[in-house]
C-alpha cells in the first residue's frame, strides 16, 4: 500500500479544516498565518495555495514573510511547549507517550503566562517593524 505524500495530506488538512474555520473568524483578511520548517509545508502545491489564500500575509522560510523555523519570537510552541517536553523520544509511541503526559501537566496558569510572553513579543514585533526577538 502506498501512503501518501505528507505535503498532499498537509494540504488538504489546510484546505478542509484550516481555512474554513479561518474564514469565518478572518472577514477583512487580517490573519496572518505561521508555519515552521517541516518539509511537507513547502511543497510547490503548499506554497502556491498559501499564497492565494493568506496574500503576502504568511510566515515562514521561502514565504512572503520569511522567518526562520522553529524561532520561538512569535511562536509560542517553539517558546513552551517543546522545551516542556523532555528529551528526544526514542519511537513514535514514547513521542506520544511523552506528548500526553507532558500537555496533562500544562496549568491554566502556564497558558496564561505563553500567551502573555507571546502577546508581548508580537508587540515587540510591530514596534521594531518586524525585527527578531531573540538573537
Same mark, same amino acid.
Given at each position: 500500500?502506498?501512503?501518501?505524500? &505528507?505535503?498532499?495530506?498537509?494540504?488538504?488538512?489546510?484546505?478542509? !479544516?484550516?481555512? %474554513?474555520?479561518?474564514?469565518? #473568524?478572518?472577514?477583512?483578511?487580517? *490573519?496572518?498565518?505561521?508555519? #515552521?520548517? &517541516?518539509?511537507?509545508?513547502?511543497?510547490?502545491?503548499?506554497?502556491?495555495?498559501?499564497?492565494?489564500? !493568506?496574500?503576502? +500575509?504568511?510566515?515562514? /522560510? &521561502?514565504? @512572503?514573510?520569511?522567518? @526562520?523555523?522553529? =524561532?520561538? #519570537?512569535?511562536?509560542?510552541? #517553539?517558546? !513552551?511547549?517543546?522545551? !516542556?517536553?523532555? =528529551? %528526544? @523520544?526514542?519511537?513514535?509511541?514514547?513521542? +506520544?507517550?511523552?506528548?500526553? &503526559? /507532558?500537555?496533562?501537566?500544562?496549568?491554566?496558569?502556564?497558558?496564561? =503566562?505563553?500567551?502573555?510572553?507571546?502577546?508581548? +513579543?508580537?508587540?515587540?514585533? +510591530? *514596534?521594531?517593524?518586524? /525585527?527578531?526577538?531573540?538573537?
Amino acid at each position: 500500500m502506498e501512503m501518501p505524500n &505528507a505535503g498532499i495530506v498537509y494540504l488538504n488538512m489546510l484546505q478542509e !479544516f484550516l481555512i %474554513l474555520q479561518l474564514d469565518e #473568524d478572518d472577514q477583512e483578511g487580517r *490573519i496572518h498565518f505561521q508555519q #515552521d520548517g &517541516a518539509p511537507p509545508h513547502y511543497l510547490g502545491e503548499v506554497r502556491e495555495y498559501l499564497n492565494a489564500s !493568506f496574500p503576502g +500575509r504568511w510566515i515562514g /522560510s &521561502a514565504a @512572503p514573510i520569511a522567518w @526562520p523555523p522553529s =524561532s520561538p #519570537d512569535l511562536t509560542p510552541l #517553539d517558546l !513552551f511547549l517543546w522545551v !516542556f517536553i523532555p =528529551s %528526544l @523520544p526514542a519511537d513514535v509511541v514514547e513521542l +506520544r507517550t511523552r506528548i500526553t &503526559a /507532558s500537555v496533562a501537566e500544562v496549568t491554566p496558569e502556564m497558558l496564561r =503566562s505563553v500567551w502573555q510572553e507571546t502577546d508581548y +513579543r508580537w508587540d515587540v514585533c +510591530r *514596534i521594531t517593524n518586524g /525585527s527578531h526577538i531573540e538573537p
